[in-house]
Structures are given as structure tokens and as C-alpha cells.
């Protein structure tokens, strides 16, 4: 298992470049929150067009003659010619591009390219060491050394440990960097060396890094747990003209920590204004390093009379106090004009730290001093590199009141409220204006954005004057609230009013029940349900106006936003229970709401969970199984779990003995009966037949009529899913006439559908064993059977086995799609062929379905084919003519495979 740490050293790009997350919008088409949108449908004005967020931003075509646009700034720079050998332009002006390494004696002229002598030259058999020539075999010695290959926690390597020096000490590193194919896909990968170090507080430490056997020694500090890994905190060291580089890096907190050495030239020049990442193997069995690190003092920092500053940033931290005039909420910004530097900072305040080039503290009180610390991520200028430091004071998120804003045309990130939360915690936040406003919440780190109001079309926040949401809090700290009023004038003001109510669900274990207080109107439990297949809820010592019962549903327990009305499974009950499934415990929230519906704020009660007691049953085709003389308690119920193969069919006779009249109730997974049988008396057989639902069980329970005890014989018998999946073998040949096939086009839009169309000279095809005679396409990845549909062509994809319209569905890929559709009917077989993009335009979609007599279906997907199944939406599978059942399909979807459906003998 990796290492939950690593998602930030991968969001911050240590990996190789050149790979794919398949996240990549399409040509054309720009990411809006998570949503490829195509740039045409952005509305920026003259001199402008939408960047990778979707923000309209200058586009350098009004930029005048001699100067160039830099993405990085979003200016016009002027044009850079000459640069010498050994750099490249970059923001206007030339760094070096790692092709010229200086050695011991020897440093680089950004004028001429070239290596000048430096004065420092060592005698033979000596060697340049932290400043100081040394006998060369000290390069060979330190006190740590590099783990044995890999050491890398991307290839489930293990890093050595090692302890960081005090105050006044050293402690030496080696290691050689040797790149390697890691993860065995024939490519070498990048090499670099893994150290963990922890500390009990912050400390400054100078890092220098020596290379030897031709190594351009670079390092990397970044945090591995806690709010500075979720807020991608890192510090690099870099010298891509010598074979040394050398650093101060504040360690902003205690905590657990990575040193990573590797070859500066590895990195990603280009990219470097957004994250550091590599895209090149460096390195070899002679190409080694020597790392010292030492503890030094922080010094005494810089009291600011003033929330702004401006300074140079160099490669070592600048150290600065305000002080809060009454109690507020700080946010931090620095900026840099240089895309060779990235500017970046801690705010610290008691034991809260954010980071970034944006931070926030959390509610400062009047009179106390917040620290910033304003250091570059990397910093590889020749030049000095200006920045801009301003403390704004941000306003607290009110639990009931009213903030007054004011419109400034010059920013574009709009305002920024807060408000403490824990982890865990769901908050119930809401709010009004009489303007129509954009609302996003955001983590302490900026990420994990959501839309209160709801995005739009596009991914984008809707706009909206009033909202009720509840959401689970994901990261302790300052919780954001960005508003933004687009409609407003410069300097007008407008008011938002808000309500916040936080809770911090007590977790309730199997056995052990827990007495709650209502917090709110929609109250949450959490519940450890491990590994149970089916739960039980028991609600008692109900207290408080008119609370007598409860209306209870069980949500995912997930950062984020809760349903805004969701859809309560157990209406003015005090016990429930529910089915989870084979494998599929774990914790969710219980929510409680006063069954009365309406909240007074007295209410409390003692909930109780622990796993219900039921019958596991497994069944398979051609194994029926026989239960007799299973006793029925007097008053209650006996409860079955039946394992079946998703898909069968199912029979369940449950017969009376001794005098028992059985009552035989099918269960859905909130534990209450979809279907009730009591057809016959005393010593009766009631029967039940159906499907076998996706899930892969069936649950019941059986009664007796009068509540009197009894006994009953049970018999299940289940017969083979109606289709089984293999990987086909046919491959794709177009049938559009567009492609040079001999089928007819039939559709060429988004969101159409056909009309009823009867087979010709296909007649003898069944589906589900049930002879067929028409269909009707949709442009949206799925054809049915049912001729009397007359919906829609449904871009919002339906689970297999739901009941409402369309029934009879082959769906190859049903999804939101624009696509030319073909259909080619012969004797023998029929093909329906999509082809075109996804909505976003973030891919192609290349597909077919192939019908032949022999009642097997094959879906075969085209080399062109691009786009990947999304689990939560593409659904992929047959349906049944009731709708009640089918068969899914599960697995990924690639371009240049397919897949055969063959009927049930």
C-alpha cells in the first residue's frame, strides 16, 4: 500500500512527466472545476481568452512590437535575444537551462556561457565540500547513506530515516543517483534518493548539496502528513550551473518530513512556473552527492507597522510579525513578477500554519502577533527577484448575522470569509442576499471547492441569493467562503446574511450505544459499521417536545457537501435496519431528524447499532438449497441473506409446518419490504420469483400471519445471469458512409433520438429470450427495444434494472454524448455504430453494437475510441423488457477491444 503522504509529493510533480491521469482536457477546451469546457462557449473580451481555470485573461495579442506575452505573469515582456549558451528565456529574461555544469574551481558566466575560474580551486586529491576543500575520500563518507534501490515511495520503496541535527550541529548524507527502469514499463525513470527526518518543533536548517562524479546535486524538503502536506508545502534547492546547490529551509512545524536528492537537470524547465516536476532520466554509478545538513537558529523576525511589504527573494527565508488591531482573520499574499522564482510563504499562529502563495490564519486575537515567513519554492534567476507582501484582514462567517461587502473591480478572486472547523465536523452553513452571488467553500489549502448554489452547466459556480447546505468538514482550520458579486459596481456595497451551526458527530461502535443531543435540525451519528452485512438501529429514552419517533437515513461518510434533501429511508421510526452487502461496511452518517418535523431544540436520544442477526445463504445455479423446521420466534421475525450470481433468476418457497401460516417479505437495503406474500393459510407455500439484483443478493423475512410462534421450511433455487461477458474477437470496421461503410446515417446531433423502426430482414433476433421487432437509437450511447418509448434521448444515464423508461436497453456506452450514429441491418446481423465526442469535448467516443442470429451481442469499441468509463455515470450493460434486471458491465473501457455478450444456454 502506498503511502497516503505521496498524493502531495504527486500533486506537487515528483513523477515523471509525460504521463496521464486522464484528466487532460481536449483540444479546444479548458478545465472549469473539474469540467471540460469547450473555449468557445467563454466569453472574454478583446485582448483576452480563457486560461487553464476558465478565467478570461490577457492573451498577448495586443502586446506592441518588441515585447512578447509571458504566460507566467499574464504581461508583456520584452522580447529576450542573445541569451548565452547554457540559459533560455524565460519571463523576459535568460536562466540557466542545466546544459553547462561548472565544477570545483570553476563558476558559471551567465554572459559568455561559459565556466570561469573562481578562486576556490582544490590541489590534487582534494575535493570542493560544503565551501571547503577536503580530502577526496570524505566525499565518499557520511554519516547516512541512501537505502538500497528503490528507495522511492513511487515503486513502494522504503526511505531511510534519518535524525536532524540540534542548534550548532551537522549531520552528512550520501548516495549516488542511479536512474532505473522502476515500475518495469521499459522506460528509465528519473532517479531520486528518499530521506525521512521528523522534528518536535519548526527549525531553520542550512542545506547544502555537494555532487560528485559529474552530478548537478539538487534537493527537495516537503511535508509528508498533516495540514502542510494537504497545502503541498515544498522547498527546493537548485543549481542548474554548478554541481552544487545550497539553501535555508524553514520547517514551519513539528511533524514528519522528506529530504529528496536528485540531479537538477532532471526537472521540467518548462513547466516550472506551474509545480516542479521531472522529465528526464540524470544520472549514473559515479554520479553521487554529499548533503550536509545543519541546524541553525531562527533569528529574531521583523515586526511589519504595516500589512504590506515589499523585499527581494532570495534563496533563504525572511522572517516578519504583525500584530492584530482587535480580533481578525489574516489573509496573506505574496507576489512575484518572475517566472525563474516562485514566491511562497507560512503564516503561523499558535499551532496553526498555512502555506502558499495565498494563506490564511485562523481567528487572530487583538494585540497578538502572527509570524510570516516568506521563502521561494525555487528560485533559479541570475537576477534578484522583487516581491510584494499584503496582510488583508478577512471577516469571520458570523453563526448568525450579517457581513457587509464591498465590490472592488479590481480583483478577481472577489472576498474571502472564515470560519474554524474541525475535521470530521458538518456544518450547516446558510445564507441570503438581495443579490444574486457566486459562493464557493474551499478547504484551509484552497482546494476541495464546492458550489453551495451548485455548478453549472459548464462546472462553474451558479449564481444564487440564498442557500442551505450541511457538508463535512475535510481539513481542521480556517474554512473558506469565497463571494464574489459579479454584477456589482466598483466600491458598491452588499450584504450577506448567514446562519452556521457546527457538530461534531459522536462516533457509535457495534454494542455500545451513545446518548445524543439533537445539535440541529438534521443531526448526524457517525457509525463504525466495520465489516457488517446488515445493521440494526434501536433509537430509546427519546426526550423533549413531541419527540416520540424519528425520521433516520443513512448518508456516505465523505468530505463535502451532504445531500440538500435527502431522501429519508425510515419515516417516524425508533429502530431500523440496514443491508450493506458483501464487502460493502464501513462508516457512514446516520442523520436524525425529529420524526414530528419540527425541531425545538430539546430533543435527545440513546442510539444503539449493532450487526442483525440473519440466516447467510449461499445459492448457485444447479445447487438448490433446502432449509427445514427454521423456528419463527413468537412476535418476531427470521431474517435470510441470499449470495446469488448478479443477474439469475431466483425462486424462494417458504412452506408452513405444524400449523404455521407464513407471510414472506421481500427486503430492499434500508430493510423494509418491497414485496409482501400471504396467498395462502396455514401450512401454505408462499413463493416468490424475480431477478437477482446487480448488488448480487436477495434478502427476506418470514413471519407467521397471527404473531404466534411456528416453523417453516425454506427452499431457493436460482438459475444462471440470462448473458455472460467474455473480451470479443471482432474488431472495428466503420459502417458510416463518413468512413466508407455501407450503412445509413440515421442521426448527426447532440441529444437526438430516432423514431420506432421496424426490422426488415433481422426478424429472428430475441433478447432476454423474448423475440424483439423494432428499436430506437439514441445519440447517447443506447439503443431499446421497447416501441412504445416515447421519451427523450436521455443524456442523464439510468442504472441498469430501473424500472421507468426506457426498458429493453443495449447500452454500449450511455453517456452525455455528441455523436453520429449509423445502423447497417442484414439478414444475419445488425450494427448500430456512435462516433463523435463527449459533451465536454474531452475525448472521442468509437463504438458499436453488433447483433447476430445466434442472440449474442458484441460491443466493440474503435481505436479512436478515447474516452474512459466514469463509474458514478457511463453505464455499460443489458437491460431486461421489464426493467427489473440485466446484466452490467464493470469493467474499463479501451479503445481497440471488445466485449461479447453470449445468451444463457
Given at each position: 500500500?502506498?503511502?497516503?503522504w505521496?498524493?502531495?509529493?504527486l500533486?506537487?510533480?515528483?513523477?515523471?512527466?509525460?504521463?496521464?491521469?486522464?484528466?487532460?482536457?481536449?483540444?479546444?477546451?479548458?478545465?472549469?472545476?473539474?469540467?471540460c469546457?469547450?473555449?468557445?462557449?467563454?466569453?472574454?473580451?478583446d485582448?483576452?481568452?480563457?486560461?487553464?481555470?476558465g478565467?478570461?485573461?490577457?492573451?498577448?495579442?495586443?502586446?506592441?512590437?518588441?515585447?512578447?506575452?509571458?504566460?507566467?505573469?499574464?504581461?508583456?515582456?520584452?522580447?529576450?535575444?542573445?541569451?548565452?549558451?547554457?540559459?533560455?528565456?524565460?519571463?523576459?529574461?535568460?536562466?540557466?537551462?542545466?546544459?553547462?555544469?561548472?565544477?570545483?574551481?570553476?563558476?558559471?558566466?551567465?554572459?559568455?556561457?561559459?565556466?570561469?575560474?573562481?578562486?576556490e580551486?582544490?590541489?590534487?586529491?582534494?575535493?570542493?565540500?560544503?565551501?571547503?576543500?577536503?580530502?577526496?575520500?570524505?566525499?565518499?563518507?557520511?554519516?547516512?547513506?541512501?537505502?538500497?534501490?528503490?528507495?522511492?515511495?513511487?515503486?513502494?520503496?522504503?526511505?531511510?530515516?534519518?535524525?536532524?541535527?540540534?542548534?550548532?550541529?551537522?549531520?552528512?548524507?550520501?548516495?549516488?543517483?542511479?536512474?532505473?527502469?522502476?515500475?518495469?514499463?521499459?522506460?528509465?525513470?528519473?532517479?531520486?534518493?528518499w530521506?525521512?527526518?521528523?522534528?518536535?518543533?519548526?527549525?531553520?536548517?542550512?542545506?547544502h548539496?555537494?555532487?560528485?562524479?559529474?552530478?548537478?546535486?539538487?534537493?527537495?524538503v516537503?511535508?509528508?502528513?498533516g495540514?502542510?502536506?494537504?497545502?503541498?508545502?515544498?522547498?527546493?534547492?537548485?543549481?542548474?550551473?554548478?554541481?552544487?546547490?545550497?539553501?535555508?529551509?524553514?520547517?514551519?512545524?513539528?511533524?514528519?518530513?522528506?529530504?529528496?536528492?536528485?540531479?537538477?537537470?532532471?526537472?521540467?524547465?518548462?513547466?516550472l512556473?506551474?509545480?516542479?516536476?521531472?522529465?528526464?532520466?540524470?544520472?549514473?554509478?559515479?554520479?553521487?552527492?554529499?548533503?550536509?545538513?545543519?541546524?541553525?537558529?531562527?533569528?529574531?523576525?521583523?515586526?511589519?507597522?504595516?500589512?504590506?511589504?515589499?523585499?527581494m527573494?532570495?534563496?533563504?527565508?525572511q522572517?516578519?510579525?504583525?500584530?492584530?488591531?482587535?480580533?481578525?482573520?489574516?489573509q496573506?499574499?505574496v507576489?512575484?513578477?518572475?517566472?525563474?522564482?516562485q514566491?511562497?510563504?507560512v503564516?503561523?499562529?499558535?499551532?496553526?500554519?498555512?502555506?502558499?502563495?495565498?494563506?490564511?490564519?485562523?481567528?487572530?486575537?487583538?494585540?497578538?502577533?502572527?509570524?510570516?515567513?516568506?521563502?521561494?519554492?525555487?528560485?533559479?534567476?541570475?537576477?534578484?527577484?522583487?516581491?510584494?507582501?499584503?496582510?488583508?484582514?478577512?471577516?469571520?462567517?458570523?453563526?448568525?448575522?450579517?457581513?457587509?461587502l464591498?465590490?472592488?473591480?479590481?480583483?478577481?478572486?472577489?472576498?474571502?470569509?472564515?470560519?474554524?472547523?474541525?475535521?470530521?465536523?458538518?456544518?450547516?452553513?446558510?445564507?441570503?442576499?438581495?443579490?444574486?452571488?457566486?459562493?464557493?467553500?474551499?478547504?484551509?489549502?484552497?482546494?476541495?471547492?464546492?458550489?453551495?448554489?451548485?455548478?453549472?452547466?459548464?462546472?462553474?459556480?451558479?449564481?444564487?441569493?440564498?442557500?442551505?447546505?450541511?457538508?463535512?468538514?475535510?481539513?481542521?482550520?480556517?474554512?473558506?467562503?469565497?463571494?464574489?458579486?459579479?454584477?456589482?459596481?466598483?466600491?458598491?456595497?452588499?450584504?450577506?446574511?448567514?446562519?452556521?451551526?457546527?457538530?461534531?458527530?459522536?462516533?457509535?461502535?457495534?454494542?455500545?450505544?451513545?446518548?445524543?443531543?439533537?445539535?440541529?435540525?438534521?443531526?448526524?451519528?457517525?457509525?463504525?459499521?466495520?465489516?457488517?452485512?446488515?445493521?440494526?438501529?434501536?433509537?430509546?429514552?427519546?426526550?423533549?417536545?413531541?419527540?416520540?419517533d424519528?425520521d433516520?437515513?443513512?448518508?456516505?461518510?465523505?468530505?463535502?457537501?451532504?445531500?440538500?434533501?435527502?431522501?429519508?429511508?425510515?419515516?417516524?421510526?425508533?429502530?431500523?435496519?440496514?443491508?450493506?452487502?458483501?464487502?460493502?461496511?464501513?462508516?457512514?452518517?446516520?442523520?436524525?431528524?425529529?420524526?414530528?418535523?419540527?425541531?425545538?431544540?430539546?430533543?435527545?436520544?440513546?442510539?444503539?447499532?449493532?450487526?442483525?442477526?440473519?440466516?447467510?445463504?449461499?445459492?448457485?445455479?444447479?445447487?438448490?438449497?433446502?432449509?427445514?423446521?427454521?423456528?419463527?420466534?413468537?412476535?418476531?421475525?427470521?431474517?435470510?441473506?441470499?449470495r446469488?450470481?448478479?443477474?439469475?433468476?431466483?425462486?424462494?418457497?417458504?412452506?408452513?409446518?405444524?400449523?404455521?401460516?407464513?407471510?414472506?417479505?421481500?427486503?430492499?437495503?434500508?430493510?423494509?419490504?418491497?414485496?409482501?406474500?400471504?396467498?395462502?393459510?396455514?401450512?401454505?407455500?408462499?413463493?416468490?420469483?424475480?431477478?437477482?439484483?446487480?448488488?448480487?443478493?436477495?434478502?427476506?423475512?418470514?413471519?407467521?400471519?397471527?404473531?404466534?410462534?411456528?416453523?417453516?421450511?425454506?427452499?431457493?433455487d436460482?438459475?444462471?445471469?440470462?448473458?455472460?461477458?467474455?473480451?470479443?474477437?471482432?474488431s472495428?470496421?466503420s459502417?458510416?458512409?463518413?468512413?466508407?461503410?455501407?450503412?445509413?446515417?440515421?442521426?448527426?446531433?447532440?441529444d437526438?433520438?430516432?423514431?420506432?423502426?421496424?426490422?426488415?430482414?433481422?426478424?429472428?433476433?430475441?433478447?432476454f429470450?423474448?423475440?424483439?421487432?423494432?428499436?430506437?437509437?439514441?445519440?447517447?450511447?443506447?439503443?431499446?427495444?421497447?416501441?412504445?418509448?416515447?421519451g427523450?434521448?436521455?443524456?442523464?444515464?439510468?442504472?441498469?434494472?430501473?424500472?421507468?423508461?426506457?426498458?429493453?436497453?443495449?447500452?454500449?456506452?450511455?453517456?452525455?454524448?455528441?455523436?453520429?450514429?449509423?445502423?447497417?441491418?442484414?439478414?444475419?446481423?445488425?450494427?448500430?455504430?456512435?462516433?463523435?465526442?463527449?459533451?465536454?469535448?474531452?475525448?472521442?467516443?468509437?463504438?458499436?453494437?453488433?447483433?447476430?442470429?445466434?442472440?449474442?451481442?458484441?460491443?466493440?469499441?474503435?481505436?479512436?475510441?478515447?474516452?474512459?468509463?466514469?463509474?458514478?455515470?457511463?453505464?455499460?450493460g443489458?437491460?431486461?423488457?421489464?426493467?427489473?434486471?440485466?446484466?452490467?458491465?464493470?469493467?474499463?473501457?479501451?479503445?481497440?477491444?471488445?466485449?461479447?455478450?453470449?445468451?444463457?444456454?
Amino acid at each position: 500500500m502506498k503511502r497516503a503522504w505521496m498524493t502531495s509529493a504527486l500533486v506537487l510533480g515528483l513523477t515523471a512527466c509525460g504521463g496521464s491521469d486522464g484528466s487532460e482536457c481536449g483540444e479546444g477546451t479548458v478545465e472549469m472545476e473539474g469540467v471540460c469546457v469547450p473555449t468557445s462557449m467563454i466569453m472574454c473580451g478583446d485582448g483576452t481568452a480563457p486560461d487553464s481555470d476558465g478565467n478570461c485573461v490577457p492573451d498577448g495579442s495586443q502586446c506592441g512590437a518588441g515585447t512578447t506575452f509571458d504566460d507566467g505573469t499574464g504581461e508583456c515582456v520584452p522580447d529576450i535575444t542573445g541569451c548565452a549558451t547554457g540559459t533560455v528565456a524565460m519571463g523576459g529574461e535568460c536562466v540557466p537551462d542545466g546544459s553547462v555544469i561548472c565544477t570545483d574551481g570553476t563558476e558559471f558566466d551567465a554572459t559568455t556561457g561559459t565556466c570561469v575560474p573562481s578562486g576556490e580551486a582544490c590541489g590534487e586529491g582534494t575535493v570542493l565540500l560544503d565551501g571547503e576543500c577536503r580530502p577526496a575520500d570524505e566525499a565518499l563518507m557520511a554519516e547516512v547513506f541512501a537505502g538500497a534501490e528503490p528507495d522511492d515511495p513511487r515503486f513502494d520503496g522504503t526511505p531511510v530515516t534519518f535524525t536532524p541535527p540540534a542548534i550548532g550541529e551537522e549531520r552528512t548524507i550520501g548516495g549516488c543517483i542511479v536512474p532505473a527502469d522502476g515500475d518495469m514499463d521499459g522506460e528509465t525513470d528519473y532517479d531520486a534518493d528518499w530521506f525521512t527526518f521528523s522534528t518536535a518543533e519548526a527549525g531553520l536548517f542550512r542545506i547544502h548539496a555537494d555532487g560528485l562524479g559529474g552530478l548537478s546535486a539538487g534537493f527537495a524538503v516537503l511535508a509528508t502528513e498533516g495540514p502542510l502536506a494537504d497545502q503541498g508545502w515544498i522547498r527546493v534547492g537548485l543549481n542548474l550551473v554548478g554541481d552544487s546547490s545550497e539553501r535555508r529551509v524553514y520547517v514551519p512545524a513539528a511533524g514528519n518530513y522528506v529530504l529528496a536528492v536528485f540531479d537538477s537537470r532532471s526537472l521540467n524547465l518548462d513547466g516550472l512556473d506551474g509545480g516542479v516536476g521531472f522529465s528526464r532520466a540524470v544520472g549514473g554509478p559515479d554520479a553521487c552527492y554529499h548533503v550536509t545538513v545543519e541546524a541553525e537558529a531562527v533569528p529574531t523576525p521583523t515586526a511589519l507597522t504595516a500589512p504590506t511589504d515589499s523585499g527581494m527573494l532570495g534563496q533563504d527565508p525572511q522572517f516578519f510579525t504583525y500584530t492584530a488591531t482587535g480580533r481578525t482573520i489574516f489573509q496573506s499574499e505574496v507576489t512575484e513578477e518572475s517566472t525563474a522564482a516562485q514566491g511562497s510563504q507560512v503564516l503561523v499562529y499558535g499551532d496553526t500554519v498555512s502555506s502558499g502563495a495565498i494563506a490564511f490564519s485562523p481567528p487572530v486575537a487583538d494585540g497578538d502577533d502572527v509570524l510570516i515567513v516568506v521563502s521561494p519554492v525555487y528560485n533559479i534567476s541570475f537576477d534578484t527577484v522583487d516581491y510584494d507582501l499584503t496582510l488583508t484582514e478577512i471577516a469571520e462567517v458570523p453563526a448568525d448575522g450579517a457581513v457587509t461587502l464591498t465590490h472592488d473591480d479590481a480583483s478577481d478572486i472577489g472576498h474571502f470569509l472564515a470560519f474554524e472547523a474541525t475535521a470530521g465536523d458538518v456544518v450547516h452553513l446558510s445564507f441570503t442576499s438581495a443579490d444574486e452571488l457566486l459562493f464557493i467553500v474551499r478547504n484551509p489549502d484552497l482546494g476541495g471547492a464546492w458550489a453551495p448554489c451548485g455548478a453549472g452547466i459548464f462546472g462553474g459556480p451558479n449564481p444564487c441569493d440564498e442557500a442551505d447546505v450541511y457538508y463535512v468538514v475535510e481539513q481542521t482550520g480556517s474554512q473558506l467562503v469565497q463571494v464574489s458579486n459579479t454584477e456589482a459596481t466598483d466600491g458598491e456595497m452588499y450584504d450577506v446574511t448567514f446562519t452556521r451551526v457546527g457538530q461534531t458527530p459522536p462516533t457509535i461502535m457495534a454494542g455500545t450505544p451513545a446518548a445524543v443531543t439533537l445539535a440541529d435540525e438534521r443531526t448526524f451519528v457517525r457509525v463504525a459499521a466495520g465489516t457488517h452485512v446488515w445493521s440494526r438501529f434501536d433509537l430509546s429514552a427519546l426526550s423533549g417536545t413531541g419527540f416520540v419517533d424519528a425520521d433516520l437515513a443513512l448518508l456516505e461518510d465523505a468530505p463535502g457537501p451532504l445531500s440538500a434533501a435527502p431522501s429519508i429511508a425510515w419515516s417516524g421510526v425508533t429502530a431500523a435496519s440496514r443491508i450493506h452487502g458483501p464487502m460493502m461496511g464501513g462508516d457512514f452518517l446516520l442523520e436524525i431528524q425529529d420524526g414530528s418535523g419540527t425541531f425545538d431544540g430539546d430533543e435527545s436520544v440513546t442510539v444503539g447499532f449493532d450487526a442483525q442477526t440473519f440466516d447467510d445463504v449461499m445459492a448457485a445455479p444447479m445447487m438448490p438449497v433446502s432449509r427445514t423446521g427454521d423456528a419463527i420466534a413468537a412476535g418476531e421475525a427470521r431474517f435470510y441473506f441470499v449470495r446469488a450470481t448478479a443477474g439469475g433468476q431466483i425462486t424462494i418457497d417458504v412452506t408452513g409446518t405444524g400449523g404455521t401460516d407464513p407471510v414472506l417479505e421481500i427486503l430492499d437495503a434500508n430493510g423494509l419490504p418491497t414485496t409482501s406474500l400471504d396467498d395462502t393459510g396455514s401450512d401454505g407455500i408462499e413463493s416468490y420469483f424475480g431477478n437477482v439484483p446487480l448488488a448480487g443478493w436477495v434478502a427476506f423475512a418470514v413471519t407467521e400471519f397471527g404473531g404466534a410462534a411456528g416453523t417453516v421450511d425454506v427452499d431457493i433455487d436460482v438459475t444462471s445471469p440470462p448473458y455472460t461477458s467474455s473480451i470479443g474477437s471482432t474488431s472495428f470496421a466503420s459502417i458510416c458512409p463518413s468512413g466508407g461503410g455501407l450503412g445509413m446515417q440515421v442521426l448527426d446531433a447532440d441529444d437526438g433520438i430516432t423514431s420506432t423502426t421496424s426490422f426488415s430482414t433481422f426478424t429472428a433476433f430475441a433478447y432476454f429470450e423474448m423475440p424483439v421487432s423494432g428499436y430506437q437509437v439514441s445519440t447517447n450511447g443506447w439503443l431499446t427495444f421497447d416501441t412504445s418509448y416515447s421519451g427523450g434521448s436521455l443524456f442523464n444515464s439510468q442504472p441498469i434494472g430501473t424500472p421507468t423508461g426506457p426498458n429493453a436497453v443495449v447500452a454500449p456506452f450511455w453517456d452525455d454524448l455528441v455523436t453520429e450514429v449509423c445502423v447497417l441491418e442484414e439478414a444475419g446481423r445488425f450494427i448500430v455504430e456512435w462516433s463523435g465526442t463527449d459533451f465536454a469535448g474531452s475525448g472521442t467516443v468509437q463504438f458499436q453494437v453488433v447483433m447476430l442470429g445466434d442472440r449474442s451481442l458484441e460491443f466493440v469499441y474503435g481505436p479512436m475510441h478515447t474516452v474512459a468509463r466514469d463509474p458514478s455515470f457511463t453505464v455499460v450493460g443489458l437491460e431486461n423488457q421489464a426493467g427489473d434486471g440485466g446484466v452490467v458491465y464493470e469493467m474499463a473501457i479501451t479503445g481497440g477491444n471488445s466485449v461479447l455478450w453470449t445468451p444463457a444456454p
